[in-house]
């Protein structure tokens, strides 16, 4: 599917993947983009886009991605004033990591951890991610209805793409419980929209990266990178932000790319 032209979406788009790949989309001749963040620098983040491509193709959104209205109005707005939206990369994640269960040595007792937290990264990771994904999918669906269009033929070419990120924590990391179930759930989300929303002519993938070089993960500060990370990491450094964003517009604009692609760079989770 071509870049060049179209509409997108990117949640969590102020840092990180997120404010990567939509640097690398503007930079690919998207037509018009969303940056969807509830961060203060949303705007500022837009702002750079646009001064970098000299063109204002990034317009800032900043609130809440669990907020059905907020999503809603999104692809409201940028559907009435730039056309369907058909790139769809939600972004936006959080960590809340613990042990899944710890002895307190004071109690002796056990310390399970937080439903609320579990419930919090579910609700940012793998639910917002999702129902993101299925507005535009929806949206799609809608404009096919009223142009008389039922099921999609190749020949129309792709309509819309998804790809969502997942992680290699998808595979089991110590300390993340709540943070790698939600993104061994986007695989089955993914499988699933794949099956549906073909249909209407939108593929849906997976980038699973490795340790990237994002707040999220400076955060678990340079001795942990250094000491638990970078050793079982084949090149020796952590990922840079515009590698995984290269790798995520190669999904999107090569339409035989399905499934999933593991941006690692080598690293795998030690026992």
Known sequence: MQIQDRVAVVTGGASGIGRAVSLELARRGIRKIAIVDQSEQTEVAAEQINNEITSEVAVAY????TDDSF??????????????????????????????????KETGRADIYSQEKFRRVVDINLLAPVYWAMEMIARIAEDRHLRGLKKWHPEEHVQGTV???????????KGQVSYASTKAGL???AATLMKEAIYYGVRCGVIHPGYTDTPMVRALGDD???SHILPDTQISRLIRPDEIADAICFMISNSI??????????????A
């Open 62 to 65: 900043r609130g809440d991605v």
């Open 71 to 104: 999503r809603t109005r999104i692809f409201d707005e940028m559907g009435e004033k730039y056309g369907i939206v058909s790139i769809c990369v939600p972004a936006a994640g959080i960590t809340l990591d613990a042990l899944a269960v710890k002895i307190n």
């Open 163 to 173: 790809i969502f990120i997942g992680s290699v924590s998808s595979q089991g990391v």
């Open 187 to 189: 695989e089955g989300a």
């Open 224 to 226: 942990y990178i250094e």
């Open 257 to 270: 790319v399905s499934g999933e692609l593991w941006a690692d760079a080598g690293w795998h989770p030690s």
